[in-house]
Every structure is written in structure tokens, then in C-alpha cells.
């Protein structure tokens, strides 16, 4: 069958190993079935390693991939004995080496080696800034190029730690546009010829990139955690965390027990929150995020800010936390602050806006006793040591090759 094949999650229609991100027949996920039902690790640095569960066929050479530790200092804080950190970003002290400082470089690399495997030539995404850092990074690698549209909030968060590339290009959208925005206007540019879109969510090759912070969490525990904690924006880490514990769970070398997803949106912008407290399925907008665009200026991790999340289509999140009895939290500006501000000191590492507020959320959850003091517990801090990766790199700034006033912009004036 070669090393995968995907299959639709609602009528179970099968394709090879390709490019796709839907199904002919429904808007539903699609999942890969790898034919190595074990976990055999590659002897290659970081993501790499996990080769048997990433959809690509060369095996990826990057020393990007996540790493984890068993927490001392912040843990004992919390009064916990099993705390680990899965870290995503910067920190050479502990082998940490994602120079973007995001997990979204987890995602980049998978997905630009199956493009070029399956004759892909550019890559289309929109970004609040993270995503369109590590995809730039991994063209300046490749030379593959990618087309980033990210809104002006997003802008300043587009810097390399070398020098950009021709093959990335840049468009920045005017004050008053957001994310979404964003979104709708790399979803125009991706139907010209030549152009593929990277797909958010609907990427297994960014899915299953993500979820090797769960399959490094497992083989460093020995064993699933019993509760995962993660800031969403998309949903789209949580997903991939709990395709991969199903994995693991398969595998039967790490438990059966799928842990428990704990996953935390940032007040005032929260419709999967708001959806999940009354247990639906559907995110209905004029209740669940009124008033949208104001509440994402509003927020302080503005990368988690998706008004479209892959929340109720079937594989979805509502799927992942049913499936695992999940819960969700809410976090204020100053809840993410002072959590920040915590850690920081006790660990001895920055961390970025959405691990901050990931952090309050396991604050609140020791406080609420929704974890017990001694059960194994991750906490994905999915971008970090940005201060840290400044003592050692000279940072760029990628500049914009065109600005666009809203998403209905007539693509010819960008001079794509």
C-alpha cells in the first residue's frame, strides 16, 4: 500500500498517497493510515525521527522537532509530581532547536516535503503570524516557493533568523482586516494556476507534524500523559495530539487510555469555549463570538483568533474532546500574564503569547482539582525562546512584495 493511505472519516472512501485535503464525497476530515502500525524511530534529528508516522517518503534532516522535560521548579509550584513540558521553540540548553520558536515549524516541514513529492509548485497560506514564520523559514530552506497573506496585526511577527529568499512572498493586508480576512483572500489566490493550498487543519501533513509533540511526550514518559494542555486557535494541535494518541494507543506499547484534552481559548475572542460549554457541535456566531473582529483586537495571543475553526465538521475538535472526555478554558489577558511571568521564572524561558495562556489554563485546572496532584500531566508550550534565540541569531524582517486594502482585492493589482 505504500507507507500511507488516507481515508475520509465520514464514508470511509480511501485515496493513496497524494496531496489532498477532502473528500469527493463530504466535507469531512481525512486520516492517514500509515502502514507501519508501530513506532520505529529514524535515526535522524528532530521531527525526522518520528518518519514512521509522517506522510512523506524521504525522511526529513531538520533539528526542528519538539522536545520534553520533566518539570522541577514549576511544577513543585503547582504541587504536582508527574508535570512534563513538551516545548516548542528555542533553547539549546535542552536540545531545543526551532528557530522559528513556534510548533507551526512541525507542521512546515512535512508539508512542504509532500508538496514537492507530489509535484506541487507553491504554497498558499494565511497566518496571524507563527505559520507564515515557519513556512517562510522552510522555503528559505528549500528555495520552495510560498505565498504568505497575513493581516497588519500579523506583520511584524514575519522575521527569519537568516536572510529571506526570493521564493517567499509576502502580502500584508491594511489596518481593519483580520485573520480571517486573511484567510479568504489566500482561499482567492490559491485557485491561480501553479498555486496549491496549504489547507489549515485539513492537512494530514500538518496534523500529524504536530502530533509528534504528543509522540515525543510518550516515548519520554514511557507512557500517554494522562491530561494534555494546549492553547487553540484553529484546534487544529488538539486534533492532531489526539490522532496521534490513537496511534499510540495501537501501537500498545504506551497504554490505552487516551489523555484527557484540556485546551484553553483566550478572552474575549472564545466561540469553541462558548460552543463546548453547551456541548455543541455547531459554533453559531451571533452567539458564540458577537461582535468578532472587535473581540480579536481585544485579544492578547492574536494567533488564536480563527473565526472558522475545524470545530464541528466531523474529526473535528467537538470529535476530539467527546472522544476524550475533554474539558475547555477561558483565560484572561491577565490570567496569561501572570501565568507567563510565573513560569518564566521558574523555568528559566520565555515563552510565547498562546503557551502563556496554556500555562493559566493549568493554573486553573490545579485550582478547580481537575487534575489530580499526581497523575502525568503535559503541558504543550507550543512557541518559546524567542528572547533567547536573539542572543544567538541576527532576526530579519521579511518585507511585504504587495499590500492588499481587503480580500476582495482584483488579484492583478498584487503583480503576483
Known amino acids: 500500500m505504500g507507507r500511507f493511505k488516507l481515508k475520509c472519516l465520514k464514508c470511509g472512501k480511501e485515496y493513496g498517497q497524494e496531496y489532498r485535503l477532502m473528500c469527493e464525497n463530504d466535507d469531512s476530515f481525512l486520516r492517514a493510515n500509515y502502514s507501519e502500525k508501530r513506532l520505529e524511530l529514524r535515526n535522524q534529528p528532530g521531527i525526522g525521527r518520528f518518519h514512521s508516522w509522517l506522510p512523506v517518503q524521504e525522511e526529513l534532516t531538520t533539528d526542528a522537532g519538539p522536545i520534553t522535560y520533566k518539570s522541577e521548579a514549576f511544577a513543585r509550584e503547582l504541587g504536582l509530581s508527574n508535570l512534563y513540558i513538551g516545548f516548542s521553540g528555542y533553547w539549546p540548553e535542552r536540545e531545543a532547536f526551532t528557530k522559528t520558536c513556534s510548533f507551526k515549524e512541525l507542521e512546515a516541514h512535512p508539508t512542504m516535503q509532500l508538496l514537492k513529492e507530489t509535484g506541487g509548485k507553491a504554497l498558499v497560506l494565511a497566518s496571524a503570524g507563527n505559520t507564515g514564520r515557519a513556512f517562510a523559514h522552510v522555503s528559505a530552506l528549500t528555495g520552495i516557493d510560498v505565498y504568505i497573506v497575513v493581516p497588519d496585526s500579523g ?3 514575519l522575521w527569519l533568523p537568516e536572510e529571506p529568499t526570493e521564493s517567499i512572498h509576502l502580502i500584508s493586508m ?4 483580520d485573520y480571517t480576512d486573511a484567510i479568504n483572500l489566500a482561499g482567492r489566490i490559491a485557485k491561480l494556476p501553479g498555486m496549491v493550498s496549504e489547507g489549515g487543519a485539513r492537512n494530514i501533513a500538518r496534523r500529524d507534524g504536530m502530533g509528534t509533540v504528543m509522540l515525543d511526550a510518550a516515548l519520554t514518559i514511557g507512557k500517554m500523559p494522562d491530561h494534555y494542555f494546549q492553547a487553540v486557535g484553529s484546534g487544529t494541535g488538539g486534533i492532531s495530539v489526539w490522532e496521534a494518541a490513537i496511534r499510540l494507543r495501537a501501537d500498545g506499547r504506551f497504554g490505552q487510555k487516551l489523555p484527557k484534552l484540556q485546551l484553553a481559548q483566550n478572552l474575549p475572542f472564545v466561540p469553541m469555549y462558548n460552543a463546548w460549554q453547551e456541548k455543541r457541535r455547531e459554533i453559531i456566531p451571533e452567539l458564540d463570538m458577537k461582535d468578532a473582529k472587535k473581540q ?3 485579544t492578547y ?4 483568533t480563527n473565526r472558522t475553526p475545524p470545530y464541528g465538521v466531523t474529526g473535528g475538535l467537538y ?3 467527546v472522544d476524550t472526555d475533554g474539558i475547555m478554558y477561558s483565560i484572561t489577558r491577565e490570567e496569561a500574564l501572570e501565568a507567563k511571568a510565573l513560569f518564566e521564572s521558574l523555568e528559566g524561558i520565555d515563552i510565547l503569547p498562546p503557551s502563556a495562556v496554556a500555562t493559566a489554563s493549568l493554573l486553573k485546572a490545579v485550582e478547580a482539582g481537575n487534575v489530580g496532584k499526581d497523575e502525568t500531566i503535559l503541558l504543550n ?3 518559546g525562546g524567542y528572547e533567547r534565540l536573539k542572543e544567538d ?9 504587495a499590500t492588499a486594502k481587503n480580500s476582495d482585492i482584483p488579484l492583478e493589482e498584487l503583480n503576483l
Open 296 to 298: 480579536v483586537e481585544e
Open 301 to 304: 495571543a492574536t494567533v488564536l
Open 155 to 157: 506583520a511584524s511577527n
Open 381 to 383: 508550550l507550543a512557541g
Open 393 to 401: 541569531f541576527t532576526l530579519y524582517q521579511i518585507e511585504p512584495v
Open 319 to 321: 470529535d476530539a474532546l
Open 174 to 177: 491594511s489596518p481593519g482586516n
